[in-house]
């Protein structure tokens, strides 16, 4: 089992930052890709960025230049930072990560998410 723990969202202006975190802890071997996802009320859950273990980082069309992830593997943590935040940008933010455990198996968890409101 791996657990992960969200912190860091809330309410900002438009134009604010926020700096979201995920800290995995566990049966882990290996964190392979970790990543953050959103979903708006009536919206599917889209990807806003994630990034694997060589450091290679994919982000969504609406966030780039604007968020930057990064991890700390020594502390299987992954945050991400939200600036110049629009209304947009409102939504319930999701933790994910992929990786193996102790036994070799291959996982795929979630975490409970973390409400993002920007105010206009």
């Known amino acids: 089992q791996v657990q992960l723990a969200e912190s860091g969202g809330g309410l900002v202006q438009a134009g604010g930052s926020l700096r979201l975190s995920c800290a995995a802890s566990?049966?882990?071997?290996?964190?392979?890709?970790m990543g953050w996802y959103r979903q708006a009320p009536g919206k599917q859950r889209e990807l806003v960025a994630d990034i694997i273990n060589d450091g290679s980082t994919n982000y969504a069309d609406s966030v780039k230049g604007r968020f930057t992830i990064f991890r700390d593997n020594a502390k299987n943590t992954v945050l991400l930072q939200m600036n110049s935040l629009k209304p947009e940008d409102t939504g319930f933010y999701y933790c994910k990560v992929g990786g193996s455990g102790g036994g070799g198996a291959m996982f795929n968890y979630w975490g409970q998410g973390t409400q993002v409101t920007v105010s206009s």
């Open positions: 566990g049966n882990i071997f290996r964190i392979n890709t």
